[in-house]
């Protein structure tokens, strides 16, 4: 089954501190990957993607992610975390013939002085 | 930067009343989307919706849902008779090309509570 696993529901580090978020998916297809990240209150904002090619994607305000397929893994990096970073932040896998995004549970960032 | 716009924020409804929820997509965007969000839990697809037709749908898109483009800048979710099971954040996309590789462009959601 397709699925979206974020094993961490809340992690908190401390500003200026680097970050790395967790996500594993299930897909018996070529995966296209996405993150998101949705501040209180409003809608998912698109972080970055991964299709094909470098396996090491950039994306949005310093973030980055890294697809490794033999772990089924698609990480979330950032090496110095702001205060304003903190959100709740879905992994997701793009599914059907239309795209309908398979989510994560998402995991909530806290940042700390 | 163009963007996905809902309304309203928040919406009280009495369990059995009809309710519809309202979303521009972005003007040049083709392909339109419902999701749903219970509180503590993942953010699940409801249907998606392109040439005036569902695409596909979930199993949460049940009878009690319909999907409507009325003119050429709205698109609504129709819950025909509310149950308390159905208050949620819903919210909607849209992206310019269907396909699993497309991004999807969110609105800030409409909280649905059932009373």
């Known amino acids: 089954a397709q699925s979206v696993t974020q094993p961490d529901i809340h992690i908190t580090v401390s500003e200026g501190a680097s970050l790395e978020l967790r996500c594993n998916y299930s897909?018996?297809?070529?995966?296209?990957l996405f993150w998101y990240v949705q501040s209180p209150g409003q809608g998912l904002q698109l972080l970055l993607k991964?299709?094909?090619?470098?396996?090491l994607v950039q994306g949005i305000k310093g973030f980055e992610a890294e697809f490794k397929r033999s772990q089924s893994s698609f990480n979330l990096r950032k090496p110095s975390v702001h205060w304003s970073d903190a959100a709740e932040y879905f992994c997701?896998?793009?599914?059907?013939?239309?795209?309908?995004?398979?989510f994560g549970k998402g995991t909530k960032l806290s940042v700390k002085p | 930067e163009p963007e996905v716009t809902q309304t309203p924020s928040h919406q009280v409804t009495q369990m059995g009343q009809e309710v519809i929820l309202r979303c521009v997509p972005i003007?040049?965007?083709?392909?339109f989307y419902w999701y749903r969000q219970i509180l503590g839990q993942k953010v699940e697809f409801l249907v998606s919706?392109?040439?005036?037709?569902?695409?596909?749908k979930s199993e949460i898109f049940d009878d009690q849902f319909s999907v409507e483009r009325p003119d050429g800048s709205n698109f609504t979710l129709k819950i025909r008779s509310t149950k308390l099971e159905d208050s949620a954040m819903y919210f909607c996309?849209?992206?310019?090309?269907?396909?699993?590789?497309?991004?999807?462009?969110f609105g800030d959601g409409t909280r649905l509570s059932i009373l």
């Open positions: 997701a896998v793009g599914g059907g013939s239309q795209g309908n995004l398979i």
């Open positions: 919706f392109y040439n005036n037709e569902i695409s596909e």
């Open positions: 003007s040049n965007h083709l392909y």
């Open positions: 897909y018996g297809a070529t995966p296209y």
């Open positions: 991964y299709f094909s090619g470098d396996t």
């Open positions: 996309a849209s992206s310019d090309q269907g396909g699993r590789d497309q991004p999807q462009h």
